[in-house]
């Protein structure tokens, strides 16, 4: 089992707090008393009632009556690791913050993954923006970075966010769908809010859909600043960018995975970590100096824009390592509160009101969630940093505070923790702040339409596809016919043939030409969408640009098989040693391999054995397919339609597919074969990552450069 090597060795004060039942000699109830008998109640005869003074059943009941805590009400479904971060050379030039200094320091974090729409039991592969929530336990107190694998959000202002989330959770009436978007309340509160349209690209395109939490990115989504020991201060994005790549499952496959291993994410974040192999990210962040944001044509507060890297690149300062599960799931995963309110001194809030009402929202929630004040000391969100203040008692209280004093100022006895007189302490950047009290949206939040076509234009053709299909199949569940209209328009303002084609699988004509709403609120008519699409550009919000690099899936991602999961079709008598020899060549290259029979165990006596089976799994769940040969073991499977299904699901979701020696007849009894024969034979299937061989040690390299370039788009 994979052993942590965060920073501080296991986080030390979390440990305290953890409990093996090996080390235990007996039973007991949960005051220490020894239990004689936790099989049978105590009653009047072996057949009469139960005695209310059975303290044990009581005491066992009642502990369990009261297990569930509320799940959170977005972002229900998650799972977590722990691990470390490491800052590649000290940020001192813009920041004061303990951990972004000295590169040799590695600080313990914990980061939570999450869907948002779903209950704590729905699928991991649902569309949906997934939560990235980092907790670094840094030595001037925690820092969380909460954000998402998307750059933007819905909404400007969280005064809309109750909103937002009552129209994408299943609807009240009959709690119908589960963890998805595609119904009527989602896309009438979304056709009457322009300002999501952008996020709405993000989330219908491949992005929301990831093949693993390993190669998804991670962004802080708001603008925040960095401040240095002089007071200067620049504005700041996030980013977290998977040493993996990013990369994403394509539809078909995030329904069936559904199905088929509902804990697909989880599970494979888990494994990898017990494996050994940990999932990494490089901290990235996008900078501009306080004073130079006026110069950009989208504003630096506005949560529904990004800053596009073609314009403001972004520097890569550091790495975090997953590498170790949690003990238990409640106690951590469940339990484990993230606030934007946790920075610390050297970093700073921008006025962003969506940012503004999520310093609220976080602490008000875990009172409700957790239940006490005290969720803090509850060891997975107890800081390293120490914590001494005034503040007492209340649900739960952990800590006992010696003294008379919890009150300052103070000359009686004991312990009065005075603030901070070295810079050490935190201090708000001192910003000039003047105005009315209003209500207004500023001007400058006002364009909803040129980020979103940057994202559309910035896009592969494949990934426009994507987009399409995934629109229509969103919009084709909802039952309003207005509503798909109205959405209809909305589109046609990002690009008309987006809409156009959407529109054909609603059976609607997209009117060209027809504009459609108004910039500070809802659009509820065409006239006040045209009003508002008439103030967007083709390249307004976007610095000029029509697109901009760092947005597309399909360009610039690393070429590596690391982490990719291999199939290796096998049945008995299949030859052992082409089999050891992709294992070991995939090995090499930090991909996984297992092995997929008819049945579990030793396959006969060939020496290879099945860890999965054709009932038990499927080729969603695998980024590759090698059939190795021994002609037994091909014949046995060419008459398995399971197998030959396994081949041709492969190959239309675009993976690299490998056959040695006779392994190759067993893709030719599938479509491939078909294919192979109407266009000139191996060579064709060759282009499109389809490679068969009898050379098994050239095949095994070519295989894994196949696997790595991750799909053939080609075919
Ligand atoms: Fe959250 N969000 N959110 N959110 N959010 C919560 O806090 C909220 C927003 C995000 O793994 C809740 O502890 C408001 C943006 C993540 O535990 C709650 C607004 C982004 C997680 C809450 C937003 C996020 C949450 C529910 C609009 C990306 C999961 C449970 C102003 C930058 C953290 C909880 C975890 C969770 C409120 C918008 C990310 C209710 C009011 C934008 C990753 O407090």
């Given at each position: 089992?994979?052993k942590?090597?965060?920073?501080?060795?296991?986080?030390?004060?979390?440990?305290?707090?953890?409990a093996?039942s090996?080390?235990?000699n007996?039973l007991?109830?949960?005051?220490g008393h020894?239990?004689?008998?936790?099989?049978?109640?105590?009653?009047?005869?072996?057949?009469g009632?139960?005695?209310?003074?059975?303290?044990?059943?009581r005491?066992?009941?009642?502990?369990?009556d009261h297990e569930?805590?509320?799940?959170?009400?977005?972002?229900?479904?998650g799972?977590?690791?722990h691990?470390?971060?490491?800052?590649?050379?000290?940020?001192?030039?813009?920041?004061?913050?303990?951990?972004?200094?000295d590169?040799s320091?590695?600080t313990p974090?914990?980061?939570?993954?999450?869907?948002v729409?779903?209950?704590?039991?729905s699928?991991?592969?649902?569309?949906?923006v997934?939560?990235?929530?980092?907790?670094?336990?840094?030595?001037?107190?925690?820092?969380d970075i909460?954000g998402?694998?998307?750059?933007?959000?819905?909404?400007?202002?969280?005064?809309?966010?109750?909103?937002?989330?009552h129209?994408?959770?299943?609807e009240?009436?009959?709690?119908?769908p589960?963890?998805?978007?595609?119904?009527?309340t989602?896309?009438?509160f979304?056709?009457?809010?322009?300002?999501s349209?952008?996020m709405?690209?993000?989330?219908?395109?491949?992005r929301?859909?990831?093949?693993?939490?390993?190669?998804?990115?991670?962004?802080g989504?708001?603008?925040?600043?960095?401040?240095?020991?002089?007071?200067?201060?620049?504005?700041v994005?996030?980013h977290w960018?998977?040493?993996?790549?990013?990369?994403?499952l394509?539809w078909?496959?995030a329904v069936?995975i559904?199905?088929?291993?509902?804990?697909?994410h989880r599970?494979?974040?888990?494994?990898?970590?017990?494996?050994g192999?940990?999932?990494?990210?490089e901290m990235?962040?996008?900078?501009i100096p306080?004073?130079?944001?006026?110069k950009?044509?989208?504003?630096v507060?506005?949560?529904?824009?990004l800053?596009?890297?073609?314009?403001?690149?972004?520097?890569?300062?550091?790495?975090?390592?997953?590498?170790r599960?949690p003990?238990n799931?409640?106690?951590?995963?469940?339990?484990?509160a993230?606030?934007?309110?946790n920075?610390?001194?050297?970093?700073?809030?921008?006025?962003?009101?969506?940012l503004?009402?999520r310093?609220?929202?976080?602490l008000?929630?875990?009172?409700?969630?957790?239940g006490s004040?005290?969720f803090?000391?509850?060891p997975?969100?107890?800081?390293?940093?120490?914590?001494?203040?005034?503040?007492?008692d209340?649900?739960?209280?952990?800590?006992?505070?010696?003294?008379?004093?919890?009150?300052a100022?103070?000359?009686?006895?004991?312990?009065?923790?005075?603030e901070?007189?070295?810079?050490?302490?935190?201090?708000?950047?001192?910003?000039?702040?003047?105005?009315?009290?209003?209500?207004?949206r500023?001007?400058?939040?006002?364009?909803?339409?040129g980020?979103?076509?940057?994202?559309?234009?910035?896009?592969a053709?494949?990934?426009?596809?994507?987009?399409?299909?995934?629109?229509?199949?969103?919009?084709?569940?909802?039952?309003?016919?207005d509503?798909?209209?109205r959405?209809?328009?909305?589109l046609?303002?990002?690009?008309?043939?987006l809409?156009?084609?959407?529109?054909?699988?609603?059976?609607?004509?997209?009117?060209?030409?027809?504009k459609?709403?108004?910039?500070?609120?809802?659009?509820?008519?065409?006239?006040?969408?045209?009003a508002?699409?008439?103030?967007?550009?083709p390249?307004s919000?976007s610095?000029?640009?029509?697109?901009?690099?760092?947005l597309?899936?399909?360009?610039?991602?690393?070429?590596?098989?690391?982490?990719?999961?291999?199939?290796i079709?096998?049945?008995?008598?299949?030859?052992?040693?082409?089999?050891?020899?992709?294992?070991?060549?995939l090995?090499?290259e930090g991909?996984?391999a297992?092995?997929?029979?008819?049945?579990l165990?030793?396959l006969?006596?060939?020496?290879?054995e099945?860890?999965?089976?054709?009932?038990n799994s499927?080729?969603?769940?695998?980024d590759?397919?090698?059939?190795?040969?021994?002609?037994?073991?091909?014949?046995m499977?060419?008459?398995?339609?399971?197998a030959?299904?396994?081949?041709d699901?492969a190959?239309?979701?675009g993976?690299?597919?490998?056959?040695?020696?006779?392994g190759a007849?067993l893709?030719?009894?599938?479509?491939?074969?078909?294919?192979?024969?109407?266009?000139?034979?191996?060579?064709?299937?060759?282009?499109?990552?389809?490679?068969?061989s009898k050379d098994?040690?050239?095949?095994?390299?070519?295989?894994?450069?196949?696997?790595?370039?991750?799909?053939?788009?080609?075919?």
């Amino acid at each position: 089992m994979a052993k942590n090597s965060n920073g501080n060795g296991q986080n030390k004060d979390q440990d305290l707090a953890r409990a093996t039942s090996e080390s235990a000699n007996y039973l007991t109830d949960n005051q220490g008393h020894p239990v004689g008998d936790d099989q049978n109640s105590l009653r009047a005869g072996p057949r009469g009632p139960t005695l209310l003074e059975d303290y044990i059943l009581r005491e066992k009941i009642q502990h369990f009556d009261h297990e569930r805590i509320p799940e959170r009400v977005v972002h229900a479904r998650g799972a977590a690791a722990h691990g470390y971060f490491q800052v590649y050379e000290s940020l001192a030039e813009y920041t004061s913050a303990k951990v972004l200094q000295d590169p040799s320091k590695k600080t313990p974090v914990f980061v939570r993954f999450s869907t948002v729409a779903g209950s704590r039991g729905s699928a991991d592969t649902a569309r949906d923006v997934r939560g990235f929530a980092v907790k670094m336990y840094t030595e001037d107190g925690n820092w969380d970075i909460v954000g998402n694998n998307i750059p933007v959000f819905f909404i400007q202002d969280a005064i809309k966010f109750p909103d937002l989330i009552h129209a994408v959770k299943p609807e009240p009436h009959n709690e119908i769908p589960q963890a998805a978007s595609a119904h009527d309340t989602f896309y009438d509160f979304i056709s009457l809010t322009p300002e999501s349209m952008h996020m709405l690209m993000w989330v219908m395109s491949d992005r929301a859909i990831p093949r693993s939490f390993a190669t998804m990115e991670g962004f802080g989504v708001h603008t925040f600043r960095l401040i240095n020991a002089q007071g200067t201060s620049h504005f700041v994005k996030f980013h977290w960018k998977p040493v993996l790549g990013a990369h994403s499952l394509v539809w078909d496959e995030a329904v069936k995975i559904a199905g088929q291993d509902a804990d697909f994410h989880r599970r494979a974040m888990w494994e990898s970590i017990e494996q050994g192999t940990p999932f990494e990210w490089e901290m990235g962040i996008q900078l501009i100096p306080e004073g130079e944001e006026s110069k950009y044509d989208f504003d630096v507060l506005d949560a529904t824009k990004l800053w596009p890297e073609d314009l403001i690149p972004v520097r890569i300062v550091g790495k975090m390592t997953l590498d170790r599960n949690p003990d238990n799931y409640f106690a951590e995963t469940e339990q484990v509160a993230f606030m934007t309110t946790n920075i610390v001194p050297g970093i700073d809030f921008s006025n962003d009101p969506l940012l503004q009402g999520r310093n609220f929202s976080y602490l008000d929630t875990q009172l409700s969630r957790l239940g006490s004040p005290n969720f803090s000391e509850l060891p997975i969100n107890r800081p390293l940093a120490q914590v001494s203040n005034n503040q007492r008692d209340a649900h739960m209280r952990y800590t006992i505070n010696k003294g008379r004093v919890s009150y300052a100022p103070a000359t009686l006895d004991g312990h009065s923790p005075d603030e901070t007189t070295s810079a050490r302490g935190f201090h708000s950047y001192p910003q000039d702040v003047s105005g009315q009290k209003v209500r207004v949206r500023s001007e400058s939040f006002g364009d909803h339409y040129g980020q979103a076509r940057l994202f559309w234009n910035s896009m592969a053709p494949v990934e426009k596809e994507h987009i399409v299909k995934a629109l229509q199949f969103e919009l084709s569940k909802v039952e309003t016919r207005d509503i798909r209209v109205r959405m209809l328009g909305q589109l046609a303002q990002i690009n008309e043939v987006l809409a156009a084609q959407v529109g054909l699988a609603l059976g609607e004509k997209v009117q060209t030409g027809a504009k459609t709403a108004k910039p500070n609120g809802t659009a509820d008519s065409a006239d006040e969408i045209a009003a508002l699409a008439n103030a967007s550009s083709p390249t307004s919000a976007s610095g000029g640009l029509e697109r901009t690099s760092g947005l597309s899936l399909e360009e610039g991602q690393p070429q590596t098989a690391k982490g990719r999961k291999v199939a290796i079709l096998a049945a008995p008598g299949v030859a052992a040693a082409q089999v050891q020899a992709v294992q070991d060549a995939l090995a090499a290259e930090g991909a996984m391999a297992e092995v997929v029979g008819p049945y579990l165990g030793a396959l006969g006596d060939s020496g290879v054995e099945a860890t999965k089976t054709f009932a038990n799994s499927g080729s969603v769940l695998f980024d590759a397919v090698y059939v190795p040969g021994g002609a037994a073991s091909v014949a046995m499977l060419q008459k398995q339609g399971d197998a030959r299904k396994f081949i041709d699901e492969a190959y239309k979701h675009g993976k690299a597919i490998a056959a040695s020696a006779e392994g190759a007849d067993l893709v030719m009894a599938t479509e491939l074969g078909r294919f192979a024969q109407g266009n000139g034979g191996a060579g064709a299937l060759a282009e499109q990552g389809v490679l068969l061989s009898k050379d098994g040690a050239a095949l095994a390299r070519q295989f894994v450069a196949a696997i790595a370039q991750h799909r053939f788009r080609n075919r």
